[in-house]
């Protein structure tokens, strides 16, 4: 069973950029073969759909809510999914969460996901 853990959340401001990394518990390229997703849980909402990439340098899709702002990224060995979020502000406040599916054409779906992190706080201040 493939694990995840996401790092780099904390508190910054409105306006600062912020980057989140996913790695794998497991051993080589455990992310590789996976689609992989980005959502995220505000504080008494349900959990939304960020951002998804399938292979490194290819395929990439945004909530509109994030689209420009934020940019997702994943190496070619399969270890490490990035989202760098630039433009922040108060209502991206949330627990980042990622995730990974085999179901590319559902990218969209929390339901589609297999896998998830255990997610990580990024809060910002207005």
């Known amino acids: 069973q493939v694990q995840l853990v996401e790092s780099g959340g904390g508190l910054v401001q409105a306006g600062d950029p912020l980057k989140l990394s996913c790695t794998s518990t497991?051993?080589?390229?455990?992310?590789?073969?996976?689609?992989m997703g980005w959502f995220r849980q505000a504080p008494g909402k349900g959990r939304e759909f960020v951002a998804a990439?399938?292979?490194?340098?290819?395929?990439?899709k945004y909530a509109d809510s994030v689209k420009g702002r934020f940019t997702v990224s994943r190496d070619y060995v399969g270890t490490r999914v990035d989202l760098e979020m630039t433009g922040l502000k108060p209502e991206d406040t949330a627990v980042y969460f990622c995730?990974?599916?085999?179901?590319?054409?559902?990218?969209?779906?929390?339901?589609?996901?297999?896998?998830w992190g255990q997610g990580t706080q990024v809060t910002i201040s207005s």
């Open positions: 995730a990974g599916t085999t179901r590319v054409w559902d990218l969209t779906s929390e339901s589609a996901y297999t896998i």
């Open positions: 497991s051993s080589g390229g455990a992310l590789g073969g996976f689609a």
């Open positions: 990439i399938i292979r490194p340098g290819g395929v990439t």
